[in-house]
């Protein structure tokens, strides 16, 4: 019976490879640049947080303590990678095509076909782990339980839950009115930010287009697709955003974004699996133990517009109102 066993430290093959590059790390909001992926991290790691408050002052021959302006403030925002796994039954006679060349003699065996076989093989597997992830680093709700659909805080979910999220009303029902609302809620100097976003989802970025279209001549027409702009500032169109919201933030694949993620593959000497379901059997698993979180860094740097009925950040009406 054959067993790939890999591990972040004892393989280093194409397959492992393959894999941290397709599970962990490729997917919508990693390949546009828009998210800092953070690997290996087995527990947990804060990402740390320095602001002050204004300093500059007039000049003073003999500055004492009362003539000190401004503070710095500390704070941390937790990073968490929460256990999930992969698991699939499958019958390798169906990939035959794929190895035939390689055919061993007698049983077949998954660990004596060549590295690039056993990628192709996972590949298969790997790419609806990928979407899957793609969809909880934006939308993922974490719960302790046995609820397979609650893997980890997606990006939402942690704005949702930090108070310095900046929540923009709107009374707009076109998406250049809500665009110009959004853009009001940016303060100055996040608007001179090279790395501010605007976020959005396919369906509202194709409204945004058929208004652009209708609107006068100078822009494109029924055949093309306007710009994805909007004053200057890079939209980015994700399959995976829920309608109905649109979000201004810095993003980056480094430390100039908002967004962070933790990856790890799981501390276990079974990272990955492939071995027969029972001795007598035909049918063959592949499992995977792996970690992840997300992540914002400042939630002041969020700017959410949001017209979903009883949408997240939707701010709250006064009390006095």
């Known amino acids: 019976m054959a067993v790939l066993g890999l591990s972040t430290t004892k393989y280093s093959g194409e397959v492992l490879e393959q894999i941290l590059t397709l599970s962990a790390t490729s997917n919508e909001l990693v390949e546009k640049g828009l998210i800092m992926v953070i690997p290996g991290v087995h527990k947990a790691m804060s990402i740390p947080r320095i602001k002050s408050g204004k300093m500059l002052q007039k000049r003073k021959e003999d500055p004492q303590s009362e003539n000190s302006k401004g503070d710095l403030k500390y704070s941390e925002k937790l990073l968490e990678p929460k256990d999930m796994m992969a698991y699939m039954e499958f019958n390798p006679r169906a990939f035959e095509y794929i190895w035939r060349p390689f055919q061993p003699k007698g049983d077949l065996l998954f660990g004596e076909l060549p590295p690039h076989v056993q990628s192709t093989i996972l590949g298969e ?174 939630g002041e740097e969020f700017v959410a517009l949001d017209w979903r009925e009883d949408g997240d950040f939707v701010p709250e009406e006064d009390e006095e109102g």
Do not use: H
């Open 125 to 298: 597997v790997l790419k609806q782990v990928t979407s899957e992830l793609g969809w909880l680093y934006i939308n993922g709700v974490y719960e302790d339980g046995t609820n397979d659909e609650l893997l980890l805080n997606g990006i939402l979910t942690q704005a949702a839950k930090d108070a310095d999220v900046v929540k923009v009303e709107t009374s707009e029902t076109t998406m250049i009115g809500r665009l110009k609302e959004l853009r009001s809620g940016i303060s100055v100097t996040l608007r001179r930010n090279p790395n501010l976003r605007i976020l959005m989802s396919v369906n509202d970025f194709d409204t945004y287009d058929d208004e652009l279209t209708k609107r006068d001549s100078k822009n494109a027409d029924e055949t093309e697709v306007n710009k994805q702009r909007y004053k200057g500032i890079q939209i980015e169109v994700l399959s995976d955003w829920p309608d109905g919201l649109i979000v201004a933030t810095p993003c980056s694949s480094g430390l100039g974004g908002n967004f962070f993620a933790a990856v790890n593959l799981q501390d276990d000497e079974n990272v990955i699996q492939v071995d027969k379901t029972r001795p007598a059997s035909e049918l063959y698993f592949v499992k995977m133990l792996m970690k992840a979180d997300t992540q914002i860094a400042f």
